[in-house]
C-alpha cells in the first residue's frame, strides 16, 4: 500500500471554479503535511504547510482530518494560472524523510 | 535569490559514461536530500544526508552514489547510467526536524538524458 495516494485526475475545470483535491495517508505516525504545486518540467514548490486547525492563503484552503487520515485542498475562484500538478506531501514524526503523492492534475480552462 | 542550485540543468550522457551532478544551498539546512522523478510519477527519495550521516533508501541501486562535503554541497554519481536513469533529478534541504521545522526547499532540477 502507498503511503500517500492521490487521485491522479486530470481535473478540468473552467475559470471560476472552486475545485477541491483530496488526498490520503496510511502511517498514523505521519506528523507534518504539506501541498505542492509542481508545473510541467519544473521543480515542486511548496504551496502550503497543512496544520490541524486548518489553513487559509487567499484563494487556497488546507485541511487536515487525522481520524480519516486525510488532508484536502480548495481552490477557489480558479485561475489560469492554477493549471498545474499538486502534490501532497507527509512527513513522519522525528523524521527527515517525505512521502509523497502522485500528485492530482489540474487544468484550468478559460 | 537561488538559494537552492543544481548544475548543470541539463545533462546528455552517454549509456555507461560515468556522470556527476551537484547541489549547492545558501540556506545552511541540516539536510540535503537526492530525488529522482520520473514524467507523470511521485519524486522518488534516493538518499539524503543529515549533515555528514548517510541515510539510503533500501532501494536505491547500488549504481547511484552521494558525497558531501560540507555543508553548503551535495553530489550524486551515478557510476554506470542506464537508459532507465533518464529522469529529474531534485535537490532539496530542510532544516531537518530536529529545529522543528519541516518544510523541504527543491532546487530547479537536473534533467538527465542517457543515449
Known amino acids: 500500500r502507498k503511503e500517500v495516494e492521490q487521485d491522479p485526475g486530470p481535473f478540468n475545470v473552467p475559470e471560476g471554479a472552486t475545485v477541491a483535491f483530496n488526498c490520503t495517508y496510511s502511517?498514523?505516525?505521519?506528523?507534518?503535511f504539506f501541498w505542492y504545486r509542481q508545473d510541467c518540467r519544473k521543480e515542486p514548490k511548496l504551496l502550503m504547510s497543512?496544520?490541524?486547525s486548518g489553513n487559509e492563503d487567499g484563494r487556497f484552503t488546507a485541511q487536515l482530518n487525522r481520524a480519516s487520515q486525510y488532508i484536502s485542498l480548495l481552490i477557489r475562484d480558479s485561475k489560469l494560472s492554477d493549471s498545474a500538478t499538486y502534490l501532497c506531501?507527509?512527513?513522519?514524526?522525528?523524521?527527515?524523510?517525505?512521502?509523497f503523492g502522485s500528485g492530482t492534475k489540474l487544468n484550468v480552462k478559460p | 535569490d537561488a538559494m537552492v542550485i543544481q548544475n548543470p540543468r541539463y545533462q546528455v550522457t552517454q549509456f555507461g559514461k560515468p556522470v556527476t551532478l551537484s547541489c549547492s544551498q545558501t540556506?545552511?539546512?541540516?539536510?540535503m536530500y537526492w530525488y529522482q522523478q520520473k514524467s507523470s510519477q511521485a519524486p522518488k527519495l534516493l538518499f539524503h544526508?543529515?549533515?555528514?550521516?548517510?541515510?539510503n533508501e533500501a532501494d536505491t541501486p547500488d549504481n547511484f552514489q552521494s558525497r558531501r562535503p560540507n555543508t553548503s554541497f551535495c553530489f550524486l554519481d551515478i557510476r554506470s547510467p542506464g537508459l532507465g536513469d533518464a529522469a529529474m533529478y531534485l535537490c532539496?534541504?530542510?532544516?531537518?526536524?530536529?529545529?522543528?521545522?519541516?518544510?523541504?526547499?527543491f532546487g530547479p532540477g537536473t534533467r538527465l538524458t542517457v543515449t
Open positions: 540556506l545552511n539546512h541540516n539536510v
Open positions: 497543512v496544520y490541524s
Open positions: 502511517n498514523s505516525a505521519s506528523q507534518s
Open positions: 544526508y543529515y549533515d555528514k550521516d548517510f541515510n
Open positions: 532539496a534541504t530542510s532544516r531537518g526536524y530536529e529545529t522543528g521545522s519541516y518544510e523541504q526547499y
Open positions: 506531501v507527509v512527513n513522519l514524526y522525528n523524521f527527515n524523510k517525505f512521502y
